[in-house]
């Protein structure tokens, strides 16, 4: 497998909150949820869980000891979750989590995995490419904002009626019927989006942040098929650059997006050693 990658910070002054890596045969991007009041709960911070489960689930990855990503996810969480349980008030709706993808070579077979709403694009061999994501926090964010339509923003009845709307959608978090993120509970591993098919299907693949993802939705700049040539002819870079680049162009009013984190990651020649080769720089900007 060769591996390419690009990272950027949504805000400078802020640390970047995704997380990427790569072993041989496997790689891995998260992305944290940057939840306002998250310092007053865990000391840690965001950042800091990405990168620890991220490096907890690099180790399991690299050992290939046969288990399948939902268990090597559980375990990654039950021990980010013991690290600082007795610190942290990790119970609490608002303490670190993040999103998980995970792709894996093995045995003439991709092995997938997502939790939440980073992206998976599969560049396919027959067919055009094929995304796959986790879209339940899309669908539970949509159905409790909904209070929010023809609320005049700027108003004080705006605000009261989106805080209900945010303790609305945190309740939704890690529940039957909600939507499931990494945080503190290993359940969560057995809810995530898997699959598997045969390495021989595909030419390639890529992992979005969904800061990264914006390239497609909601900035309109290409479609899916455009950013597999996209990778194809310039790398992951390219990508974060145009999300800037278009975020840049909105200027600083009220209706600008405000940039999030934005990570790419670029793997082709997938059976090539499966467990063996992993190269390319990680790059970010």
Partial sequence: MRVSMATSAGSAGRPNEDF?????????????????????????????????????LLGRLSRDDGRDLVSLLA????????????????????SPQATVAIVRARRGRLDHLLLADSFLLLDQVRGGPQVVTDAREVTSRRICSAPLDGVVAGTPEYDRVRESCVQALRARRNQPGGYWIAKDDPYAAEEA?????????????????????????????????????????????????????????FGTGPRAPVPDDATVVHCTELALGELGDTSGPASGR
Avoid: F, K, M, Q
């Avoid at 890596?21 to 840690?44: E, F, K, N, Q, R």
């Avoid at 990168?51 to 907890?56: D, I, K, N, P, Y």
């Avoid at 299907?201 to 969904?210: C, F, K, P, Q």
């Fill in 193 to 249: 989006v898997t699959g598997s098919r045969p390495l021989d299907d595909l030419h390639g693949l890529a992992l979005l942040s969904n800061g990264a993802s914006r390239i497609v939705s909601p900035y309109d700049l290409t479609d899916w098929a455009g950013v597999r040539d996209l990778l194809a002819t310039d790398g992951p870079a390219e990508v974060v650059r145009r999300v800037r680049r278009a975020e840049a162009g």
């Fill in 20 to 56: 990427l890596g790569a072993v041989p045969g496997a790689a891995v991007l998260l992305d944290g949820a940057g939840i306002p009041g998250t310092g007053s709960i865990c000391a840690h911070g965001v950042a800091w869980y990405t990168h620890r489960l991220g490096g907890a």
């Fill in 75 to 94: 375990a990654a969480i039950g021990e980010i979750a013991a690290a600082h349980r007795d610190t942290c008030d990790i119970a609490d709706p608002a």
